[in-house]
């Protein structure tokens, strides 16, 4: 069964500095698909960036890039140059190539400092 | 720029009582999603749906769940007999393909049951 764990409820950032959200998954299925997404207190869910097991590459959108390591199966996201609005649950999410269903973790709030 | 849509935006139900959630999905997305969370939580996957058939279902998606595409657009979540803990957001989802694409989130039906 798949797993994933986010081990930090929340974490504090300050504006313009970088943060890093960890993310560890559990599977045994060689192809798979892992993605962050933003919720904030709006409450809408909203795609961030997403990085396929065999892409040879870290994924990167903007502000957001995705610390793939894949021997450790971790996922972290890197938000550079915080910004106030980036203030928001962050939830990381795994869809295995088997199955049609996506995972989340428990999310981790950040929050973002003037 | 295309969205997923749902309706209501708030829903308040009798304990018993059938609720029906409606989802427009985006139009030339071939997959679709039911997600709830319920408050303070995280997201949990309920049910994916493909070719007019459920594909995956989880544990929570008993026989009080259903889910139906009645036509071209609209997708529904039904459930039955509402409980006091089928209160939370149901998010409902699509996506363009499987595995490689992200999913695309509503803005969430809040259901509470009373």
């Known amino acids: 069964a798949q797993k994933i764990t986010q081990t930090q409820p929340g974490m504090f950032v300050q504006e313009k500095e970088a943060v890093t959200l960890d993310c560890t998954y559990d599977?045994?299925?060689?192809?798979?698909?892992l993605f962050w997404y933003k919720q904030p207190s709006s409450g809408e869910m909203i795609f961030l960036i997403y990085?396929?097991?065999?892409?040879?590459q870290n994924a990167t959108e903007g502000r957001y890039s995705l610390n793939f390591q894949k021997a450790r199966k971790s996922a972290n996201l890197v938000i550079s140059a915080s910004q106030l609005g980036d203030s928001a649950m962050y939830f990381c999410?795994?869809?295995?190539?088997?199955?049609?269903?996506?995972?989340f973790g428990a999310g981790t709030r950040l929050t973002v400092k003037p | 720029e295309p969205e997923v849509t749902q309706t209501p935006s708030h829903q308040v139900t009798q304990m018993g009582q059938e609720v029906i959630l409606r989802c427009v999905p985006i139009?030339?997305?071939?997959?679709f999603y039911w997600y709830r969370q319920i408050l303070g939580q995280k997201v949990e996957f309920l049910v994916s749906?493909?070719?007019?058939?459920?594909?995956?279902k989880s544990e929570i998606f008993d026989d009080q769940f259903s889910v139906e595409r009645p036509d071209g657009s609209n997708f529904t979540l039904k459930i039955r007999s509402t409980k006091l803990e089928d209160s939370a957001m149901y998010f409902c989802?699509?996506?363009?393909?499987?595995?490689?694409?992200?999913?695309?989130f509503g803005p969430g039906t809040r259901l509470t049951v009373l």
């Open positions: 990085q396929g097991s065999y892409d040879q």
């Open positions: 599977t045994s299925d060689p192809s798979y698909g």
């Open positions: 139009s030339n997305h071939l997959y």
């Open positions: 989802a699509s996506s363009a393909s499987g595995l490689y694409n992200e999913q695309f």
């Open positions: 999410a795994m869809r295995e190539d088997n199955n049609n269903d996506m995972r």
């Open positions: 749906f493909y070719n007019n058939e459920i594909s995956e």
